[in-house]
């Protein structure tokens, strides 16, 4: 049973607001908390707002660092007292320059002190958070910006301006834009030096007047989904949604308060970042250092090995890069080396599996490898001092797992979506299997909608960490969120009777073939890439058709841009070479044909996957070698890394009806 909320709360940011509803599409809507009137104390926690939130923090932590960016070669840095005291001057200038109540700002470039500023500055004024994808074209910006009801947008740089300026006639909300890098170009841009000064001009009561009219269960962040189909969705985020989610995160990892460190580097207009680099940060006194805008181009590691964070959070494809670029170093080793490094990660490895069966142990061995060979390694990355290691947004291959608890790394997988405000579950050392993503954190709830004979049907959330619905979008939030408040998923999965929660599929990306078997992808997919190292896609056909096939991407280097360019990576040379068939480039693979030892060697691979089908439909019948990886910048990937389909099944339709002839 949840608690009702009356008008015997508080006046201010932690007043709740009476509601009786779950859900509420309107931006100025409020809606009933879901604390139970009783349980674990973690589920019974009290409801805070975002400001409430972060004074609690800077009374506990007024003169530890809180943010960290570097100027000039110098890090510079704000204690929690001078972040306090910026967001709320960046508050008084958004009112001054006309962000009206419930309104927003939105927010378009990398993270830095000023996307943060922004974001909780938007708050404090009684508005809404939103943050952009910087790969978003104009119209996705003007999209954004327009279900928002934007009255300010804040961007990086004139690249991103640009952007903006080129759709500004379409929005008569919008009152002002602010750059907060470089020097604007246009005299009615500011810069955000001048949104500053304007900020510190003004009395502190202009914000304190909004601050008295914030409620915990109203909406404060808009995150907008990846959109793979459609215009994407905007998931309306509550106050309790927001520092609900984060201290239930830093409880389950029994974080200490006060010291630790985090580089931010994942794009802040995904829920995982905000979460964790914003509020998880806020909950205990977290310092946040920036990375700079390459770090996914490679300059990440500088920024590790500077600040050395005590917790490290990855999308799969960050493990991925770290992977090759060490496959790479570890085939210049001499035969000493690479033997001393085998029997190393032997014991390393055998080690963390012993800890996922339960087994506390701690041979010679493994002390020896962990403390002399392996701590060179994370010292060589920066990790030194990193005591938890996560992946997010989309699944990581156990292969690549099984090599970092090698080099004893061991990856936890989380789990989570924008509409559950980031995390929902979580594996931890003491609590860890390979091909799960964790157990539920606790004070929150997981079921299985339907399940059938084996226990799988669609994963279901609840908790208050589950989002109020999508802004102006009441039959997709009923189509979510059902009458007694359980998130539907999408995805396909089940619960072991240890606890742990598997992802099997998803059922809008579920093919079913001409003869009418539904068949989820994924597993599939990763199978044959478990199977074939040196592949970094693999694609399965098969909707409305008589047989599976599946589209393959190789390996290979990227361009500053992110962009995959012709040459194989060193790695799928050498598998190449050993095949008896090397090439340097895609094109040199493809020339008159793909290797027949090549293809010998893929079928051969694609007949192993296919003896664990449970059926002949789930099985692969033919391949094709695409001539381009999948990537952000060239469509086939969403912000979060997960593939949009329906781009790959158009871009390659011409490669895809060969196969069926």
């Known amino acids: 049973m949840d608690i009702k909320c009356d008008d015997t709360n508080p006046i201010g940011p932690d007043q709740i607001k009476p509601s009786e509803s779950l859900v ?180 502190d009561d202009l914000v304190d007047e909004r601050l008295r009219r914030i409620a915990i269960n109203e909406c404060c962040t808009l995150v907008f989904t990846s959109g793979t189909v459609g215009n994407p969705k905007a998931v309306m985020l509550s106050h309790d949604n927001l520092t609900y989610d984060a201290t239930a995160i830093f409880e389950r990892l029994r974080l200490t308060p006060g010291e630790e460190t985090l580089v931010s580097y994942l794009p802040l207009s995904h829920v995982a970042a905000q979460t964790v680099d914003i509020y998880l940060a806020m909950c205990g006194g977290v310092a946040v250092y920036f990375a700079d805008k390459n770090a996914l181009k490679g300059s990440l590691i500088n920024t590790l090995q500077e600040i050395r964070p005590t917790k490290f959070l990855g999308v799969p494809r960050v493990y991925e890069k770290i992977f090759e670029k060490m496959q790479q170093v570890a085939a210049q080793n001499g035969f000493v080396k690479k033997a001393i490094a085998s029997w190393a990660k032997q014991y390393t490895l055998q080690h963390h599996l012993d800890l996922i069966n339960g087994i506390q142990s701690k041979s010679w061995a493994y002390s020896l490898a962990s403390s002399v060979i392996f701590q060179k390694i994370k010292e060589a990355l920066g990790l030194q001092r990193c005591t938890f290691f996560c992946s997010a947004a989309a699944p990581l291959s156990t292969d690549i797992k099984k090599y970092f608890m090698s080099i004893d790394i061991p990856i936890m997988e989380c789990f989570g979506m924008s509409e559950a405000s980031g995390g929902h579950t979580l594996a931890v050392e003491s609590a860890n299997n390979l091909n799960s993503i964790g157990m539920t954190i606790p004070g929150l709830k997981t079921k299985i909608f339907q399940p059938d004979e084996q226990g799988q049907g669609e994963i279901c959330m609840y908790g208050r960490h589950i989002c109020m619905g999508y802004l102006n979008e009441p039959e997709k939030t009923v189509e979510a969120i059902d009458e ?21 599929g998803r059922l809008k990306e579920l093919l079913i073939t001409a003869g009418g078997e539904n068949i989820p992808p ?62 340097a480039t895609v094109q040199e693979v493809l020339k008159a044909g793909p290797d027949p030892k090549l293809t010998a060697a893929i079928q051969e691979a694609i007949n192993r996957v296919n003896e664990k089908a449970t059926s002949r439909a789930q099985k692969i019948q033919k391949f094709s070698i695409l001539p381009a990886d999948f990537s952000v910048p060239t469509g086939e990937l969403g912000p979060t890394m997960k593939v949009k389909r329906r781009v790959v099944e158009q871009k390659y339709s011409t490669i895809i009806e060969k196969m069926y002839v």
Request: include cysteine; hydrophobic fraction near 35%; charge should be neutral.
């Open 24 to 203: 509420t599409t309107d931006p100025e809507g409020s809606v009933r908390l879901r604390i139970p009137n009783s349980g674990k104390a973690i589920e019974t926690l009290p409801p805070i707002s975002v400001p409430g939130y972060f004074q609690r923090t800077v009374d506990r932590f007024p003169n530890k660092v809180a943010l960290g960016w570097k100027e000039a070669d110098t890090w510079k840095t704000f204690t929690y007292k001078e972040y306090l005291n910026e967001v709320r001057t960046t508050a008084k200038a958004f009112i001054h320059l006309g962000l009206e109540e419930k309104h927003s700002v939105c927010i378009l470039g990398f993270n830095s002190v000023e996307w943060f500023l922004s974001d909780l500055g938007a708050i404090f004024a009684g508005g809404i958070a939103v943050g952009i994808y910087t790969t978003n074209s104009p119209e996705a910006c003007k999209y954004c910006a327009e279900v928002s009801r934007a009255n300010i947008i804040v961007v990086e740089d004139d690249y991103q301006l640009q952007k903006v300026l080129n759709v500004r006639s379409s929005l008569p909300k919008l009152k002002a834009i602010i750059q907060y890098t470089g020097e604007p170009k246009h005299s009615d841009v500011l810069s955000w030096k001048q949104l500053i000064d304007i900020g510190k001009s003004l009395p």
């Open 484 to 504: 007694e408040g359980w998130l539907h998923t999408g995805d396909l999965g089940k619960i072991d009777q240890n606890g742990f929660v598997y992802i099997t």
């Open 522 to 583: 994924v597993p599939i997919e990763q199978s044959l890439k478990q199977e074939l190292p040196n592949v970094s896609n693999a694609f399965l056909i098969g909707d409305k058709r008589k047989f599976l096939s599946i589209l393959i991407s190789l390996k290979t280097e990227v361009d500053t841009e992110g962009v995959p360019v012709e040459n194989l990576l060193p790695s799928t040379q050498n598998w190449l070479k050993s095949l008896g068939c090397p090439a």
